[in-house]
């Protein structure tokens, strides 16, 4: 009898040893991906416009279409989870998240691209997201797609990404053809050239009112167009810490050498123009090639469809030139989820949940309508279709560089660029000055940046 008990007792000890091992790693487990939502919560949720539509080809479609669309689904699978939406505008938007932050008044979830949010991590607002990820889902990002959410001061993720558009150049064909100059184009995999091979092609195409290139210099909207021929000779913005903005290096130099070359040899068009006017003069068959993204592309088609431009208008893509032996190098406008601090955990885990279905493959298939490429590797394929845009910038991604998104003050320092670029090109500054003026002025202001962070 007491040899039984003993068994009982010994059963029950070793029973409940189980239940405690399978609750302690059931406890670990959601400690990675944990966004299980336990109470009734109800998010803010911003945006800005990025495209009109669900598919982007409705006649009568709206910017709020494709997130309704996507905030419904997503409540309907997570009835705990209400979501108030706001569009906010392109023009003062970013002010207004900035006085929110500020009054303590933020959303919950916030739709942005990288260089904006980066910045708000850079103050505090925004919350790491990676203990919610799991090892499966972070493997479900294609090759350094994961790490596009990165902030390289702590290496924490606090952006998660859904889509992205790489700048590359975009090519009237049709020029080049009839110029007898098509063989000058870039015919290897992915289309990189070297700058030798690139001014030879302008040189072959800049005549009869028409010039090879358009360079971006009348505002701040050109630093992916300028920085990556910068980029191509080995210049960066930043160092890798980002503590030092180090452009004004020999590579840098040599950079800006190479632009203000395409200028003095006319290879350019007279007047640095904004990316508007380039996109103008390049449909207007003025401009043989234009720094560009895949909706670039997609606008030309549509005009074409439409009978905005005359044809014939065939369009070609290349990487921006780079050093012989060099990888081709360039931006990515990458665009995704911020999720703010609210000091609520339930209200954060709700949020990261959110943030996380964008990532779905469900979600992912649908944002070609804007011209962007999944990050989610099982969605690329049906997302980018028979578009030649978009599968190049697929396949270019991984020789995209940060020119320093994550550093609180970067608009600043973009801002402060392109007036140094116009002194180059008038030739009132040599490019070494320039470009020594021009980390000055931008240390200045990421530091005034810093202190009101």
């Known amino acids: 009898m007491l040899k039984k008990l003993i068994g009982m007792v010994l059963a029950v000890v070793l029973i409940t040893s189980i239940f405690a091992g399978c609750g302690a790693q059931k406890e670990g487990a959601q400690k990675e991906g944990s966004d299980n939502v336990q109470k009734e919560v109800t998010l803010n949720y911003w945006a800005y416009w990025l495209w009109s539509g669900i598919k982007g080809d409705e006649k009568d479609g709206q910017p709020e279409d494709w997130h309704k669309y996507v905030l419904n689904k997503f409540t309907e699978s997570n009835p705990k989870i209400k979501v108030n939406f706001e569009m906010i505008p392109w023009a003062g938007g970013p002010e ?109 195409v800049s005549k009869n009112g028409i010039y090879g290139f358009g360079l971006t210099a009348k505002n701040e909207q050109g630093d992916s167009n300028n920085f990556s021929f910068l980029f191509g000779f080995g210049a960066r913005t930043f160092s890798p810490d980002l503590s030092k903005i180090v452009l004004n290096s020999p590579e840098g130099v040599k950079g800006m050498e190479f632009l203000l070359s395409l200028v003095e040899e006319k290879l350019t068009a007279p007047n640095p123009e904004t990316q508007a006017d380039l996109n103008e003069l390049f449909t207007q068959k003025k401009l043989a090639i234009i720094g560009g993204a895949p909706s670039t592309e997609d606008t030309i088609n549509a005009d074409l469809k439409n009978g905005k431009i005359q044809g014939p208008f065939e369009l070609a893509r290349a990487m921006y030139p780079n050093l012989p032996g060099k990888d081709p190098v360039g931006f990515s406008n990458n665009v995704g989820v911020a999720v703010f601090k609210s000091g609520d955990a339930d209200r954060e885990a709700a ?88 980390v000055k002025i931008a240390t200045e202001k990421v530091a005034k940046a810093a202190e009101k962070k």
């Open 351 to 438: 949020a990261v949940k959110l943030a996380k279905y964008f990532g779905s493959a469900e979600i992912e298939k649908t944002i070609a309508a804007g011209g962007f490429v999944p990050f989610v590797k099982s969605a690329v394929k049906d997302a980018i279709g028979g578009s030649a845009g978009l599968k190049y910038a697929a396949d270019t991604y991984k020789f995209m560089v940060d020119p320093g998104f994550g550093k609180l003050g970067y608009a600043e320092v973009r801002a402060a660029f392109y007036p140094e670029l116009q002194a180059v090109f008038i030739k009132t500054k040599t490019p070494q000055q320039a470009l020594d003026d021009f």
């Open 96 to 204: 207004k998240v900035n006085v929110a932050i500020a009054s303590k008044t933020q959303p919950d979830v916030l739709i942005d691209s990288e260089n904006r949010v980066k910045g708000y991590a850079a103050r505090g607002a925004t919350l790491a997201v990676d203990e919610f990820f799991t090892k499966e889902e972070i493997d479900g990002y294609i090759d350094k797609g994961w790490d596009s959410g990165k902030y390289a001061v702590d290496g924490k993720h606090y952006f998660v990404p859904f889509g992205f558009a790489d700048t590359y150049l975009v090519i009237n064909k049709t020029i080049f053809d009839e110029a007898g100059a098509t063989n000058l184009l870039p015919n290897n995999e992915l289309n990189t050239w070297t700058f030798d091979e690139f001014k030879t092609a302008l040189k072959a």
